[in-house]
């Protein structure tokens, strides 16, 4: 089983930055990908950023320029950089693990962080 703990959500201006955390633990494998999906207000759960545990880095459209993600392998954590937040970032923010084992798929989720972006 693994563990997803997030952090670092809260109450920012449009224009603000916010930085997330989000550390792993326990049965995690040396491959993984982490990510950060988020889930609006009436919209369906979509994905942020991810990021492999050899560094690669996938972002949506919407965010690429604006948010930046990282991770420290040392610490099993996944960070989300984001600045220059807009209205339309306004949702819970969510940890992601994906981890296989053969044929086998594992995904785990935190239990998510409210980021409000104010007008």
């Known amino acids: 089983q693994v563990q997803l703990v997030e952090s670092g959500g809260g109450l920012v201006q449009a224009g603000g930055s916010l930085r997330l955390s989000c550390a792993a633990s326990?049965?995690?494998?040396?491959?993984?990908?982490m990510g950060w999906y988020r889930q609006g207000p009436g919209k369906q759960r979509e994905l942020v950023a991810g990021?492999?545990?050899?560094?690669?880095?996938n972002y949506a459209d919407s965010v690429k320029g604006r948010i930046t993600i990282s991770r420290d392998n040392a610490k099993n954590t996944v960070y989300l950089q984001m600045n220059s937040l807009k209205p339309e970032d306004t949702a819970v923010y969510y940890c992601?693990?994906?981890?296989?084992?053969?044929?086998?798929?594992?995904?785990?989720w935190g239990q998510g962080t409210q980021v409000t972006v104010s007008s």
């Open positions: 326990g049965s995690i494998f040396r491959i993984n990908v």
């Open positions: 992601n693990l994906v981890q296989s084992n053969g044929p086998r798929r594992y995904d785990y």
């Open positions: 990021i492999s545990s050899g560094g690669r880095e």
